[in-house]
């Protein structure tokens, strides 16, 4: 599952806990910077194997799950 997966690499770049990630979560909530993005989204990409247009209006969890979900059809 797409969330699970977005959960576990958040939880091994900055250590969250895992449960507290839902797909309403922000970036902001986890206390990720633009930068922690930028690099997030390198490992949303490596991971799926897709590619991710920055500009698509990512602010909560479910909005990367979702696109990571649409690019993967």
Not at 55 to 65: L, Y
Request: aromatic content about 6%.
């Amino acid at each position: 599952m797409t969330l699970d997966k977005v959960k576990q690499i958040l939880v091994d770049y900055n250590g969250c806990d895992a449960s507290e990630i839902t797909k309403e979560t922000t970036f902001e909530a986890l206390g990720l910077d633009s930068l922690d993005t930028v690099e997030l989204i390198m490992s949303f990409e490596e991971e799926f194997g897709i590619t991710i247009d920055m500009s698509e209006g990512m602010k909560t969890i479910g909005d990367i799950v979702d696109i990571i979900d649409n690019a993967k059809k």
